[in-house]
């Protein structure tokens, strides 16, 4: 449908540009190559030279393992399509029959069922928003789902206030052009919205100080043991000495005793003396600066310290630990996810989509055991 039949309103405006900054550090724009930020970049030979993204908040570790743990311990968990028990008359049971059952086994052509929740749940702790494209068969059923580039969909309005969703074009998914979809065929699941209902906002938006900070740390602490380990200093000399001499000092010492020159002896003449100017490694106290962002960003994504390196495990608190994991950080984004999926295919009948928790806490010993 043409652009000129809608009153688009671009709700992305809504948001503060840090939070938009942040996304497009990552991502391209319409048509770009699908990036890996390394090894390779996905087929960077037809790119040209490409470097990777390290001053971008994924590059945190903390950040990716956030995304990474919360999208992986949920996309490993069956979404079923359940009905109640036909015989007993209590209870719920798989509807192993349903189309959708067929659809969430597998969502579209060049994605596993496993790879498409991690893509969905990815999407929305980086980004705030999740997309999904609905392309349905000639009945109107649901034939293939598919997740788009958020940085590429904007949510627009009709003068009524009716929703549709701006698609950029994509091959992947055979748009060929800018396309206008209505709300009834994207399914968006978003974080907390704190700017406009259509927007959601990414934790990073609170942790984008911290990930910052920590990949300042991380890049001055590589240039500093590329070195060696050798902090920066001067060349002082008893008296006034030439610029031309002062420069030939300068780049004999950096060639000679920096880098792997380091551990060189250097004879010095004519009083030079060497005065370091840097503090080193411990007195800079990295380890506990790079501690503190890590724990800032965990507690920002609600992933506790132990899913992050930061608190040693034993036999006997490692399954309460899960338990607690679950419900302060996993449980709300499993509710949302099945709240989208049983609003946008409409379920009725006693019909429901969600996830089969099993895998969760199936290493929970003294549960079972009593229940035997």
């Known amino acids: 449908m043409a652009a000129s039949k809608f009153n688009t309103m671009r709700l992305k405006a809504y948001l503060p540009v840090l939070v938009q900054s942040l996304f497009s550090s990552l991502w391209g724009g319409v048509g770009a190559t699908p990036r890996e930020t390394y090894p390779g970049e996905w087929q960077s030979a037809s790119r040209g030279t490409a470097t990777p993204q390290r001053k971008s908040p994924l590059a945190h570790s903390a950040v990716y393992t956030c995304i990474n743990n919360i999208a992986s311990d949920i996309s490993k968990l069956p979404l079923r399509v359940m009905r109640p028990r036909a015989k007993e008359g209590t209870g719920r049971e798989p509807h192993v029959h349903h189309p959708l059952t067929r659809l969430f086994a597998k969502p579209n052509h060049y994605q596993t069922s496993l790879q498409f929740l991690q893509h969905y749940l990815g999407s929305k702790l980086w980004t705030g928003n999740t997309y999904v494209l609905l392309f349905r068969d000639a009945r109107g059923v649901v034939e293939s789902m598919h997740a788009l580039d958020p940085t590429t969909v904007t949510p627009s309005l009709t003068s009524d206030g009716s929703v549709w969703y701006l698609v950029k074009a994509d091959g992947l998914n055979k748009l060929r052009e800018d396309t206008y979809v209505p709300a009834r065929d994207i399914l968006h699941d978003r ?22 900070i920590g990949n300042s740390i991380s890049s001055n602490s590589e240039n500093f043991f590329q070195n060696m380990s050798r902090a920066s200093g001067t060349l002082t000399a008893p008296g006034e000495i030439p610029q031309a001499t002062a420069d030939r000092l300068k780049k004999e010492w950096d060639g000679n005793y920096s880098g792997l020159g380091f551990g060189k002896v250097a004879v010095l003449g004519s009083g030079l003396e060497w005065k370091p100017l840097t503090i080193n490694a411990s007195d800079s106290q990295l380890i506990e600066q790079l501690r503190f962002t890590v724990e800032d960003i965990g507690r920002v994504y609600r992933v506790p310290s132990f899913m992050l390196g930061e608190t040693k495990l034993t036999y006997r608190n490692s399954e309460q630990l899960a338990r607690m994991y679950y419900q302060g950080c996993l449980s709300y984004h499993i509710e949302a996810a099945e709240q989208c999926f049983n609003q946008k295919f409409e379920v009725s009948g006693g019909v429901e989509i969600e996830f089969d928790l099993s895998p969760l806490f199936r290493l929970e010993t003294d549960l079972r055991y009593d229940t035997h």
């Open 191 to 212: 974080a907390i919205t704190l700017f406009h209902p259509l927007i959601g906002v990414s934790p990073l938006y609170a942790a984008a100080v911290s990930a910052s």
